[in-house]
């Protein structure tokens, strides 16, 4: 659960492996010395918790993360669920979405094979970009099972910030109240009013990309970001980076975990957010979702 007395990164990967999809290696993210050198400076910088959404199909270890979290003492929330069209399991398509509910289910409950740890979120499950496929749709049917059955929070990515207004009309449609519901990847592209509308109905929205400035600039997720506080929707929404390369990391030239708060959260006060804003996106928020 949340350690309720610091910040939290809301959707992140600690251990991932798309270099079978993805063919590069640089999608390998597993070098252990140095995500600790990572959680042990993100914690000298009010970071207590991150939450890690990568499923069982992305390459998620959570022996891995066990060792993480005893050697540096941070906090990780663990997920499951399935991603997208490419990196979905075959038998998928032959389960019905009760029977996947079920397994995440087994996750929450029970816990993760090999390991101690629990599945806490519903994470990350998506959709294609511009499109939802059926099987990606069958596991938000699932989602919203589990999540009926458990309490546990939903978090999910759209691809390049599309789709999203599609996956909260099923998941509402599924019975699922969307203060339990957040929106992975909407900082991607210009979409302002699809934000609005999403925020509208009641789900949080994640900035979760920042650093992605090939994506996207920064500077326009800051202004972005000022502009919905200024409007009052302080309280639905929060931060990440989604590192998920080797390449992300501070020893290998990227920008690595403690960028946000070096350097982001300076950007958003030159944006005119105030601390107490702040604080509400990286602490308040997040505490209340994952709780
Ligand atoms: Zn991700």
């Not at 914690?43 to 005893?70: A, H, Y």
């Not at 669920?81 to 029977?99: C, K, N, R, T, V």
């Not at 509910?101 to 998506?126: C, H, N, P, W, Y």
Request: glycine share 8%; with cysteine; aromatic share 8%.
């Amino acid at each position: 659960m949340i350690d309720a007395t610091g910040y939290t990164y809301c959707h992140e990967h600690l251990h991932i492996d798309l270099s079978p999809q993805k063919h590069a290696i640089d999608c390998r993210l597993d070098q252990y010395e140095l995500l600790c050198d990572e959680m042990r400076e993100v914690q000298k910088r009010g970071v207590r918790n991150i939450v890690e959404v990568t499923n069982s199909f992305m390459g998620r270890n959570p022996q891995f993360i066990e060792d993480l979290i005893d050697d540096t003492g941070i906090n990780v929330l663990l997920s499951t669920g399935f991603y997208i069209e490419g990196f979905f399991p075959d038998e998928i398509y032959s389960m019905s979405a009760s029977q996947i509910a079920q397994g995440m289910i087994r996750e929450i409950e029970d816990g993760l094979e090999g390991s101690r740890l629990k599945a806490s979120v519903i994470g990350e499950i998506g959709s294609s970009e511009d499109h939802f496929s059926p099987t990606e749709q069958k596991v938000f049917q699932a989602a919203a099972i589990a999540h009926l059955e458990t309490g546990r929070p939903i978090s999910t990515h759209q691809s390049m910030s599309t789709m999203g207004k599609q996956q909260i009309e099923l998941l509402k449609k599924s019975g699922v109240e969307m203060t339990s519901v957040t929106i992975g990847h909407c900082d991607l592209r210009d979409n302002f009013d699809h934000i609005l509308w999403m925020l509208d109905q009641g789900c949080y929205v994640q900035f979760d990309t920042i650093g992605k400035n090939s994506y996207y600039p920064d500077s326009k997720r800051a202004a972005s970001i000022a502009l919905l506080c200024q409007r009052g929707y302080e309280k639905q929404i929060m931060l990440s980076m989604d590192i998920t390369r080797r390449s992300h990391l501070k020893a290998n030239g990227g920008l690595g975990f403690s960028y946000l708060i070096d350097e982001f959260v300076p950007l958003l006060k030159q944006h005119g957010v105030n601390d107490l804003q702040i604080s509400t996106l990286l602490q308040s928020n997040p505490t209340r979702l994952f709780g």
